[in-house]
């Protein structure tokens, strides 16, 4: 099975940033699309941003449009994350996905799933 493993997470002031790493390993594939998802107390989880693999399309919500960028490594089998002008709103547990179709991924139903890394904004 394939694994992911994200790191980066932490305490940032507002308007800081961060910058959020996930490592795919294992599996029988070469290649997934992959994205970032986060989840905050009391919310469901929702989408932030995905990228395929083969042309590096993005896909971002709206409330981190022009903050977070997403970019990938296809000889690490990897993605990142980065993080610009955080507010308390961005507070959540971060988890990365990856599978096969990058439409699974921007779905939300992904096959891979991290166990996910705490970011938290103090205001």
């Known amino acids: 099975q394939v694994q992911l493993v994200e790191s980066g997470g932490g305490l940032v002031q507002a308007g800081g940033s961060l910058r959020l790493s996930c490592v795919a390993s294992?599996?029988?594939?070469?290649?997934?699309?992959m994205g970032w998802f986060r989840q905050a107390q009391g919310k469901e989880r929702e989408i932030v941003a995905a990228?395929?693999?083969?042309?590096?399309?993005?896909h971002y919500a709206e409330s981190v449009k022009g903050r977070f960028t997403i970019s990938r490594e296809k000889v690490k089998n990897s993605a990142s994350l980065q993080m610009n002008s955080l507010n308390a709103e961005d507070t959540a547990v971060y988890y990365c996905?990856?599978?096969?179709?990058?439409?699974?991924?921007?779905?939300?139903?992904?096959?891979?799933w991290g166990q996910g890394t705490q970011v938290t904004v103090s205001s």
């Open positions: 990228i395929s693999w083969s042309r590096a399309t993005t």
């Open positions: 996905a990856a599978d096969d179709r990058t439409s699974s991924v921007v779905a939300g139903r992904a096959g891979y």
């Open positions: 294992g599996g029988t594939g070469s290649s997934y699309a």
